[in-house]
């Protein structure tokens, strides 16, 4: 209970804080949505205001409230499900942004079209039909019961195939009441002989699990899965072995599950058709978070759900088997985050995301044991929703909702997160009540004809076949007044500024500022600007007043002449008439001030920059700064700073000197700024030089001892530069493997160069690089003025070799 006196203690802040920090404000009568309530149903429970089960950003204002009662057909899997209810809500707003809620379900039916998809139909108090007449308890796979007599051994955890009940086929479980345990168990159709015993169980009590509110299922001898749970697994087809001269002939399962399957809303359902009223209700509160006017809603709703039905005795168990409810021992703890949006007066789009935390149902009825029937999965639940919204009559609505089991659970051999589509409209003749109507869709059924569903099912597995539902909804209760559309006639809001706070007059004539802060000019005018507007969007008229000076102009921009003024401060107001008998005021101030800092006046020293007209690239630049004094003397510094190259030496001194390297073809500015001159003189000066580029040979190519044909491409293209280069001269270098190779493999690239791709033989030069390892060719572009490259004689080889001879062919002469 510490748990849920800490939700409790939550709340209760919650709703203190939010009561607190918000005031009353009314809707506009112009806004045509009016608030409905949340029929929930399949989900999160309904209750807060929304659609018909998505949450909107919205919450009733204080003094607010809403009754509700629906009529609600919702279908679920396994077991091809009908489930109807009839909701019950009264929700009422605290302040603009909380309000709180309580709903019920007055009436709930379940109908189960295929039972045999259901573990309930297998407990041991639970028949199915084997016929038009003939009630058996159906086969099973169970944990092992406990054995009573008899040589045979059937304990452990290894699954047990239970034959369906007695008269239906030999060795079943026969009918018995809650709570089983103590009850005779199946035989297995071990009747004994004149060798072995026939053998009796029982059905055990259980064992196992956290017996807590969350955690694992306990086990079941005899009852339940050898998972957990006293839910056991179903067994869709058998078939029969023939008897031989050995054994009799035994019945055998064909297709079935060791885990249970069950229905998460209603898991020990027993009836085809079970009616349950109260068996769950809810209560909590929903927050806003944005101002109410505002058309991002975000909010949340935090609610604890629980149930009026548990398991600890017969009568309680019999209103699950109904499928009252899941019936959870402590109760659900959820929270839905709601964003929401209005994208205009009429259309609004809302999102919910949220988790509910189920506990686990417990009982108490097997002799003392406090044991878990069921590991029921948490839920985390979504949606979407929008409403169209033509008039304050009608609101038109669709939603997609999803609703997902996560977290440790017992598992369900045919699991379903249900997909809900629906699409209703609601109708307020006063904004007070309405009514609603919907169509819902299950989306993803267990059956082959719908998109979302699973085709894969085994064979026995009985399919759903009706996914549809539906839904009527009436509500009324009370709703404040709105803001008229039409208010009375309301005073304008006005603020004055000046373009200035304080005006300062200039020095007198032969001084000025020793800071330079003061204007050399006298400010003769400041500007003035009223803004104002009116609620009721009368024209408005500005008069001003002002006590030194005048002002000029009409309207909200005027103009404060304050020349001649004397030192001090000056107020101007001004006032605003609406033409309909409301006028409003207010007022501003302007200081005129002396300056504060004047001094005699200077003469200025002068300040140039020499430097050469040009430099060729890579040799230093230097610049000089020519200073002469003026009065009074000062201690000049100097800064420098280049526009490009780099200062290597002279910073702080009158001359410099700048490293050109890579600025060829641009020039470098030189700017030096003299310190300790008094602000209001100039203290800069620069001067620019060029940078001539310098003209250097580059390596075009470079190629081993490759076929002819491949270095005639390569030579191609050493062709075309030099045709686009018509002032450049070609070098080719040539390093042999032997004495004379490299020289050789030159002259041949010249000779294809001269005589093939038309190139000038003067210019083109061969070079005999001298001896390497291996054969190489290098083709060089040399720029006019550049010069010439020269052979690398890293790892030259000495001596070198003299070429090999080829071998002479047949019919050469020496």
């Known amino acids: 209970m510490r748990l849920a006196n800490r939700v409790l203690l939550c709340a209760l802040a919650i709703f203190v804080l939010c009561a607190v920090a918000s005031a009353q404000r009314l809707r506009k009568e112009n806004d045509p949505r009016n608030q409905g309530v949340t029929v929930g149903t399949g989900g999160p429970p309904g209750g807060p205001t929304g659609l018909f089960t998505i949450y909107d950003g919205d919450t009733l204002r204080r003094g607010e409230f809403t009754f509700s009662i629906a009529y609600s057909n919702y279908d679920r899997d396994p077991g091809d499900v009908d489930i109807t209810s009839v909701p019950l809500s009264f929700n009422v707003g605290i302040n603009d942004h909380l309000e709180l809620f309580f709903s019920t379900e007055g009436w709930r039916a379940v109908k189960v079209n295929n039972p045999k998809n259901l573990s309930s139909f297998y407990l041991p108090n639970s028949q199915l039909f084997f016929g ?6 159906g086969p099973a796979i169970i944990l ?8 045979t051994q059937l304990t452990g955890f290894s699954p047990l195939f239970r034959p369906a009940g007695p008269p239906c086929n030999v060795g079943g479980q026969g009918f018995t009441q809650f709570p089983f345990v103590g009850a005779t168990g199946p035989n297995f159709g071990l009747t004994g002989n004149a060798i072995a015993p026939p053998f009796v169980s029982r059905l055990g009590a259980p064992f196992g699990g956290n017996g807590g509110n969350w955690g694992g299922a306990s086990n079941f001898p005899g009852i339940g899965s050898t998972v957990g749970s006293i839910l056991p697994g179903v067994v869709l087809t058998t078939r029969v072995i023939p008897a031989n001269l050995t054994f009799q002939a035994i019945t055998v399962p064909d297709l079935f599950t060791t885990a249970p399957t069950y229905l998460p809303d209603a898991p020990f359902i027993n009836r085809l058709y079970g009616e349950s009223a109260f068996g769950t209700m809810q209560a909590g509160a929903k927050i806003r978070f944005t101002a109410p006017d505002n058309p991002l809603g975000l909010g949340l709703v935090a609610f604890y759900r629980w149930y009026g039905d548990k398991a600890d005795d017969f009568s309680g168990f019999n209103q699950l088997q109904r499928g009252a409810s899941p019936g959870g021992n402590f109760g659900d703890i959820g929270v839905v985050g709601i964003v929401s949006g209005r994208l205009s007066r009429s259309v609004s789009l809302h999102a919910n995301f949220g988790y509910i935390l189920n506990s686990n149902p417990k009982s108490d009825a097997f002799g003392g044991v406090d044991a878990t029937l069921l590991d029921r999965g948490d839920e985390l639940v979504s949606g979407v929703g929008m ?11 669709t939603e997609l909702k999803s609703v997902h089991y996560v977290a440790g659970r017992t598992i369900n051999a045919f699991p379903q997160n249900p997909v809900d589509f629906v699409g209703g409209v609601r109708v307020y003749p006063r904004r007070w009540w309405s009514l609603g109507a919907w169509f819902r869709e299950n989306l993803n059924p267990q059956g082959d004809r719908w998109l979302w ?15 549809h539902g539906f839904g009527f909804q009436f509500t009324a209760g009370h709703r404040n007044e709105r803001e008229p559309a039409i208010l009375p006639n309301q005073a304008p809001t006005v603020s004055l500024a000046a373009s200035a706070a304080t005006v300062t007059v200039p020095c007198p004539p032969g001084s000025h500022s020793s800071s330079g802060s003061c204007p050399t000019a006298p400010v003769n005018s400041v500007g003035l600007t009223a803004t104002a507007t009116d609620p009721d969007g009368d024209t408005l008229l500005y008069t001003y007043s002002v006590t030194g000076g005048r002002v000029t102009g009409d309207g909200a921009n005027v103009q404060w002449d304050v020349s001649g003024l004397a030192p001090g ?7 605003v008439d609406d033409g309909c008998g409301c006028v409003s005021f207010t007022s501003t101030t302007v200081t005129v001030a002396a300056c504060g800092d004047c001094v005699p006046d200077l003469v200025c020293p002068t300040v140039n920059v020499s430097c050469a007209d040009g430099v060729d690239e890579g040799t230093p630049a230097t610049f000089t700064a020519n200073f002469a004094q003026g009065t009074p003397t000062v201690s000049e510094t100097y800064n420098w700073t280049v526009s490009a190259g780099t200062i290597t030496s002279g910073q702080g001194t009158s001359s410099i000197t700048v490293d050109t390297k890579g600025v060829g073809g641009g020039s470098v500015t030189a700017t030096v700024e003299v310190g300790g001159v008094d602000p209001t003189c100039n203290r800069t000066a620069s001067c620019t030089t060029q940078v001539r580029p310098v003209a250097i040979a580059r390596k075009f190519d470079e190629y081993g001892n490759i076929r002819f044909n491949d270095e005639k491409a390569r030579l191609d293209n050493y062709a075309i530069q030099l045709q686009n280069e018509p002032g450049s001269a070609g070098v080719i270098i040539g390093y042999g493997a032997c004495d004379g190779e490299g020289l050789t493999r030159a002259n041949r690239a010249k000779d294809y160069l001269v005589n093939t791709r038309g190139i000038d033989a003067g210019r083109i030069t061969v070079v005999d690089g001298g001896c390497m390892p291996e054969l190489k060719v290098q083709l060089w572009i040399v720029p006019s003025g550049a010069a010439s490259p020269t052979p690398d004689t890293a790892g030259a080889v000495s001596p070198c070799p003299e070429c090999k001879r080829r071998p002479r062919r047949r019919g050469e002469e020496d």
């Open 132 to 137: 038009s007449t003939l009630l058996c308890t």
């Open 144 to 151: 092992p019961p406990e054995r009573v007599s008899g040589s």
């Open 387 to 397: 409403d169209f919204v033509p008039n304050k009559y009608w609101q038109f609505i």
């Open 453 to 467: 569903s699973d085709p894969d099912f085994p064979v026995g597995f009985q399919r759903s076949e009706d996914p």
């Open 569 to 575: 401060t000056y107020t101007a107001s001004v006032e």
